[in-house]
């Protein structure tokens, strides 16, 4: 109950705060009703975002801080009062007729069925492994630390930032209820961007696409942030294409927070800067909105870049190594550590060559072929692209005269750029990393489709093209969920929640009831880290070079003061690692002590989860001390 | 009137074909689904 309510203020603080930001950057009067709801919502999930970095820095988190930092913004509700009004008349005055009523049936279910997901605690694995771990951590701490970890740790986190609150004051559930309320944001804003072209019905249908395709199932219950990314998206593009139409500087300025909090959110933000800094040059006042966007994006988006400089000297750790090796003093990072992460880490996300004949395989294959790496199946983007191309191919032949004007033909411009540029640019392939520009590009590509087959007659066929991507879609929602409901049904405990889903969740239950509070455990297996409830250090041999375990090579003597440097009292480790050098030496030499072994189940599916404890591959592991003084 | 009736064949054709190979990369998926119900 506490865990709604401070969703529900936290949601308040966003309208808030974005409501804030639409009155003083004077755009608020140019959009509909339901349009200042949903981009006041996406901006204020960003304002605090970015505010609560500050809260970390000034070793403020704590639950009067953020009680305060949400009903300041809740406050600032007064200010978007007039378009919740105008919106909730509306919505009492709206008549649905059949078909609008028949969507509005399936938006429940699927809204249902993500409710259920939320009120369950997570089980994703890059969310246990940093998303929710690390905020609960800083939480725990009561400040910030700058984790020198590539790839997970010193990363932007101003996504991450905004789930602190709802951690402090509401527990895990607040956290799980915030990431979903996140997801009903995002596709709030592409219903309302919808209705400025098509009709309620067809808007409905073009969201409904969006909450169902795999990558939007996969993210928006967890922590991942590319649903939350798109959100920022919808608002830059849009903005973007205002400012260029209009010419009015103000849009440029919401562009440019919008930009500032993708670049703040995640690497791929500087991509998106910089196509938003390309598209906006194409026009006539392109100094002076470049310049805008470019200052506010940078004012906005740079707190993290300037973290991570201020600890490592590298903004982009460790993705300038090469560059400033011989100007920054790299503590955390050397050259081994380097090639290892260029060659096994950056090397392993790159199916593709960055050439022309590969950037036009990749959609079909990102579409039809489940590629190791891309993984489209599971977290792909849906059939619905290659089902309405004929169709939007018809609509550019027929009206291609006139189309430049539309704000769609600039947000679909700024939509290919940044897939050239993030493709060209050798970034990470999975097909859920391009979810962010997705609602966009959906939107765009349905106003063509749904324009060309008026002109060849063929709504019908379109509209069962539609249906048909819908029942795969839906169908593989519920799939999905499946196994969540039913374990809400039967009122499966946390314990046994956990362990249907999770691997070697049984030691840790061990570690937690065992081990004291006061030690720090190294794993290796990175998904426990939001489960251990003493501190760990995710052991990792290509992202950090803190603790050297995975390198056989390195001197025994050498890992033990690397571990007692870190703090780390115990290990929980597969039982053949103690074996093998270097960790047999120690034990041999009695610095590592095993205590326990655990028999244990590799759990390969959390959709799949009653299967797990059938088929599950057997291994063991180990939870050992690490002696500190006698050894 | 025969154009369009061509194009719009070409339209079906293409849907089913779009559904059909999107579908072939679930095929353990599904048939795991058909088994458990018995169809298969």
């Known amino acids: 109950m506490i865990a709604a309510f401070v969703c529900a203020l936290q949601l308040l603080a966003c309208l808030g705060y974005g409501g804030l930001v639409l009155r003083f950057t004077d755009c608020q009067s140019t959009l509909r009703a339901d349009e200042q709801i949903a981009w006041a919502l996406g901006l204020g999930s960003g304002i605090i975002g970015w505010l609560v970095f500050f809260l970390g820095i000034g070793s403020l988190f704590h639950e009067t801080a953020f009680l305060v930092l949400l009903v300041v913004g809740?406050?600032?509700?007064?200010?978007?009062?007039?378009?919740?009004?105008?919106?909730?008349?509306?919505?009492?005055?709206?008549?649905?007729?059949?078909?609008?009523?028949?969507?509005?049936?399936?938006?429940?279910?699927?809204?249902?069925?993500?409710?259920?997901?939320?009120?369950?605690?997570?089980?994703?694995?890059?969310s246990l492994a940093y998303h929710f771990h690390l905020p609960k951590h800083f939480m725990s701490l009561g400040h910030l630390e700058f984790i020198?970890?590539?790839?997970?740790?010193?990363?932007?986190?101003?996504?991450?930032?905004?789930?602190?609150?709802?951690?402090?004051?509401?527990?895990?559930?607040?956290?799980?209820?915030?990431?979903?309320?996140?997801?009903?944001?995002?596709?709030?804003?592409?219903?309302t961007l919808c209705r400025r072209y098509l009709s309620t019905t067809w808007s409905m249908l073009v969201t409904l696409l969006f909450i169902t395709v795999p990558a939007f199932v996969y993210g928006a219950g967890s922590g991942q942030v590319e649903v939350r990314i798109s959100i920022f998206v919808m608002i830059a593009a849009f903005s973007l294409a205002a400012a260029i139409e209009t010419g009015m500087l103000r849009y440029a300025v919401l562009c440019g927070i919008a930009v500032g909090f993708f670049m703040g959110s995640k690497y791929t933000g500087l991509l998106f800067a910089l196509s938003c800094g390309i598209v906006i040059l194409m026009q006539k006042r392109w100094l002076i909105h470049g310049l805008v966007l470019t200052v506010v994006a940078v004012l906005i988006g740079s707190q993290w870049y300037i973290w991570n400089a201020i600890h490592t000297g590298d903004p982009v750790f460790p993705m300038l190594f090469d560059a400033l090796r011989d100007t920054v003093n790299y503590r955390h990072w050397d050259a081994q550590q380097n090639r290892l992460f260029v060659d096994q880490f950056l090397t392993s996300e790159r199916i593709f060559e960055t050439t022309i004949a590969d950037f036009f395989r990749y959609p079909v294959a990102a579409t039809f072929l489940d590629l190791e790496g891309l993984e489209a199946s599971r977290t792909g983007l849906g059939p619905f692209g290659f089902v309405a191309m004929p169709f939007a191919v018809f609509f550019l032949w027929t009206s291609r005269d006139g189309f430049e004007k539309n704000a769609l033909f600039i947000v679909t411009a700024l939509s290919l750029v940044f897939i050239c540029v993030w493709f060209f640019a050798g970034s990470p392939q999975r097909v859920r990393h391009l979810l962010p520009i997705y609602p966009v590009l959906l939107l765009a590509i349905s106003m063509m489709a749904y324009r060309g087959a008026s002109i060849v007659s063929s709504s019908v066929i379109l509209a069962s093209g539609i249906i048909a991507t819908l029942l795969i879609q839906v169908g593989g929602t519920m799939f999905f969920s499946f196994s969540t409901i039913k374990d809400l049904i039967h009122g499966t405990q946390r314990a046994q929640f956990f362990s249907a889903r999770v691997t070697n969740y049984a030691p840790v239950q061990w570690i937690n009831e065992s081990l004291k509070p006061a030690g720090r455990v190294y794993i290796e297996q990175r998904e426990l880290a939001y489960l251990i409830e003493a501190p760990v250090f995710v052991g990792h041999g290509v992202t950090q070079n803190l603790i050297r375990a995975h390198d056989r090579n390195v001197d025994p003597l050498k890992l033990r003061k690397q571990l007692l440097n870190q703090g780390i009292t115990h290990l929980f480790l597969p039982t053949s690692r103690l074996r093998e050098l270097p960790f047999s030496e120690l034990v041999t030499t009695g610095c590592i002590k095993e205590l326990k072994v655990f028999e244990s189940e590799t759990r390969q599916s959390r959709t799949l989860a009653s299967n797990n404890l059938k088929t599950g591959q057997t291994g063991r592991y180990s939870v050992a001390a690490l002696l500190g003084k006698t050894c | 009137m025969p154009l369009n009736n061509l194009v719009r064949t070409l339209l079906a054709a293409w849907i089913i074909f779009v559904i059909g190979a999107y579908l072939v990369q679930f095929e353990p998926i599904i048939l795991a689904i058909l088994r458990k119900v018995g169809l298969v």
């Open chain 1, 74 to 126: 809740a406050c600032g509700c007064v200010v978007i009062k007039d378009a919740v009004v105008t919106c909730g008349r509306d919505v009492l005055a709206w008549q649905p007729d059949r078909r609008e009523i028949f969507c509005l049936g399936v938006i429940g279910v699927v809204a249902g069925l993500f409710l259920a997901g939320a009120v369950v605690p997570p089980t994703d694995a890059d």
């Open chain 1, 148 to 191: 020198p970890r590539a790839a997970d740790g010193a990363v932007p986190m101003l996504a991450q930032m905004a789930y602190l609150p709802v951690y402090g004051l509401g527990g895990e559930m607040g956290l799980t209820l915030w990431v979903a309320a996140n997801g009903a944001i995002a596709a709030f804003l592409l219903f």
